[in-house]
């Protein structure tokens, strides 16, 4: 099953705009991860964050995430037409020893189109 | 440095038969996790290893299987393949800390199994 939801499923925006991608989960996490992914392909690790922190800013990335509400959002600045992929959320669930065992679980993503 | 490497890249099989898929990890990485991708979906925790032993499994049923030799690489073997087996098959490899759980998981490129 899938626990995180992303949002908007599609999202088309102009080269050199923001782009805002949301995720929101239903279990208690011990981290959450973005990916990216192009064209069916692998997924390309792009930040995480643990659930004690609040923001992460990785280059043009900026992760918040928000554990009362159960969400994190993903922008990506001042986009380019090579942002244009599919973005996901995967979540490690936390366990009562207080860690993760290591499997993530996804969400169903966020395909991002820049236009040039 | 190599990455995550799959193989192989696509393969088309027929219901009833059996598939093995392989995957090598990322130097210096000790686990290996499974994940189905189907059209249009995140991907879906299969199982992990370490230590050449299943650490954790997902909600699969017993005819997916896998192994992890002393090199850390692994393989994924699916039998009596199904229409519904149709998706991409993304390994992940990542660093175990001590008994913590692992991090950062680092993509392949994935191989795409058509069942006809």
């Known amino acids: 099953s899938q626990q995180g939801e992303e949002d908007p499923q599609a999202l088309s925006i102009q080269e050199g705009e923001n782009a805002t991608m949301n995720c929101s989960y239903k279990?208690?996490?011990?981290?959450l991860q973005w990916y990216r992914q192009n064209s069916g392909r692998g997924l390309v690790h792009l930040i995480l964050i643990r659930s004690n922190e609040r923001e992460k800013h990785s280059g043009r990335l900026r992760v918040t995430l928000d554990t009362s509400k159960k969400s994190s959002s993903l922008l990506i600045t001042a986009s380019r037409a090579a942002d244009t992929a599919s973005y996901f959320c995967a979540t490690a669930p936390l366990m009562n020893y207080g860690g993760s065992q290591g499997n993530l679980i996804f969400g169903k993503g966020t395909k991002l189109s820049v236009k040039p | 440095d190599a990455g995550v490497t799959q193989s192989p890249t696509h393969l088309i099989k027929t219901r009833g038969q059996q598939v093995t898929l392989r995957c090598s990890p990322k130097s210096g990485h000790d686990t290996v996790s499974w994940y189905q991708q189907a059209l249009g979906q995140g991907p879906q925790f299969i199982f992990q290893y370490y230590e050449e032993e299943e650490r954790q499994r997902g909600n699969f049923p017993d005819r997916f299987s896998g192994h992890q030799f002393p090199n850390y690489s692994s393989e994924l073997n699916v039998n009596a393949l199904l229409l519904g087996d149709s998706a991409l098959y993304l390994c992940a490899s990542s660093w175990t800390v001590f008994a913590g759980a692992p991090d950062t998981q680092y993509f392949g490129p994935g191989t795409r199994l058509t069942v006809l």
């Open positions: 279990t208690s996490i011990n981290n």
